[in-house]
């Protein structure tokens, strides 16, 4: 009798939060825990199901951060991205123009060198021309928006407009409109496919 009760009371210790004494929960107390992935929660794990539920983020950020990336965090990916994008496309360019300018020529050495010789150059062209751009923007949309203390698509215009401007600033006056025109024209765009949703959204709220 005594193995019994010890075993009853190892028993009991065990799974004696579902007994009299132990606290219970009703259904209305575990409705809420989430269930996905995984197997229900039984009542009797000394859990308050409550806890359990995420109403924040899961992730932790230092005091004053953002939540997305700034655009000097930004800045390097978009001027990497731009180098190596410019890269490619004049890698082709050059492949093209390669192949066009030696067409009379046999498959030998020379041709190759020529070809190869035109593909290093438009690389290294285009993907300068692609990362000063992109040095330009990203340098102008950081001081923007440290200045303003926001950080919206008015940066965003400004700093392509500003970029566009700068660089063609050796052409004159007409080279300055002509390039802060096309800066304008480019991040417009940009922005209004940025926030395409947002405005479909509210033309279908006023319409209603």
Not at 168 to 194: D, E, F, H, P, S
């Amino acid at each position: 009798m005594e193995g019994g009760n010890s075993k009853g009371s190892g028993l009991g210790g065990l799974f004696g939060a579902g007994g009299a004494g132990g606290p219970g929960y009703s259904h209305a107390d575990l409705a809420g825990v989430p269930l996905t992935g995984m197997s229900p929660l039984s009542p009797y794990l000394n859990v308050d199901p409550r806890y359990l539920i995420q109403d924040t983020d899961e992730f932790i950020l230092p005091t004053g951060a953002n939540k997305t990336r700034g655009r000097f965090e930004l800045a390097f990916f978009t001027i990497g991205g731009c180098c190596m994008t410019g890269a490619a496309f004049g890698a082709l360019n050059g492949l093209r123009l390669g192949l066009k300018e030696t067409h009379s020529m046999a498959w030998s050495k020379p041709r190759n060198v020529q070809i190869l010789n035109m593909v290093t150059r438009q690389g290294a062209l285009w993907a300068n021309t692609l990362g000063s751009l992109a040095l330009l923007y990203s340098a102008f949309g950081v001081v923007i928006e440290k200045t303003r203390g926001a950080e919206d698509d008015l940066n965003t215009v400004a700093a392509g407009t500003m970029t566009g401007m700068l660089y063609k600033c050796t052409g004159g006056v007409r080279g300055i409109a002509r390039g802060g025109l096309v800066g304008l024209m480019l991040t417009g765009l940009y922005a209004l496919y940025n926030n395409w949703e947002h405005m479909k959204g509210s033309v279908q709220r006023q319409s209603l």
